[in-house]
């Protein structure tokens, strides 16, 4: 693990946050130590899968920074960042094949479907989920 800092980091789903109740996440200045053990502990609710998800850079924060080793990955896309997070409850929908169920969170995104494509074969491939 790297160390993991937050600089001023806040997050808000709504698009011109103006008071602090516009928030999910307030501001954090905090660092976890390399090697450290930390834990996410809170009400449903209360911020823990958004901050998972901006450490992993699915999400970029609204304000503040986000330093692994000292270095700023706040605008790093999650394949560049070196680092996973995994579920409690994975999300899998059992009325999709594989493929759909790679290619979901893609469409989601409103990729083209070339692009949708070669990353579903390309996780496939990663995860040996393609036939023998």
Same mark, same amino acid.
């Given at each position: 693990?790297?160390?993991?800092?937050?600089?001023?980091?806040?997050?808000?789903?709504?698009?011109?946050?103006?008071?602090?109740?516009d928030y999910a996440?307030?501001?954090?200045?905090?660092?976890?130590?390399? !090697?450290?053990?930390?834990?996410?502990l809170g009400p449903s609710g209360c911020g823990k899968?958004?901050?998972? %998800? *901006?450490?992993s850079g699915l999400i970029t924060p609204?304000? !503040?920074?986000?330093?692994y080793n000292g270095v700023d990955v706040t605008a790093l896309p999650?394949?560049?960042? %070196? *680092?996973?997070?995994?579920?409690?409850?994975?999300?899998l929908y059992d009325t999709m094949t594989v493929y759909e169920n790679l290619a979901f969170p893609l469409k989601n995104r409103g990729m083209e479907s070339a692009a949708i494509e070669?990353?579903?074969?390309?996780v496939a491939e990663i995860l040996d989920l393609t036939d023998p």
């Open positions: 693990m790297a160390q993991i800092e937050f600089d001023d980091v806040a997050h808000s789903y709504i698009r011109h946050p103006q008071k602090e109740a996440i307030k501001t954090i200045r905090n660092t976890w130590d390399d !090697g450290g053990a930390y834990a996410l899968t958004t901050l998972l %998800n *901006i450490i609204t304000k !503040g920074r986000v330093l999650p394949e560049r960042r %070196n *680092i996973a997070q995994v579920f409690q409850f994975p999300v070669r990353r579903v074969h390309e």
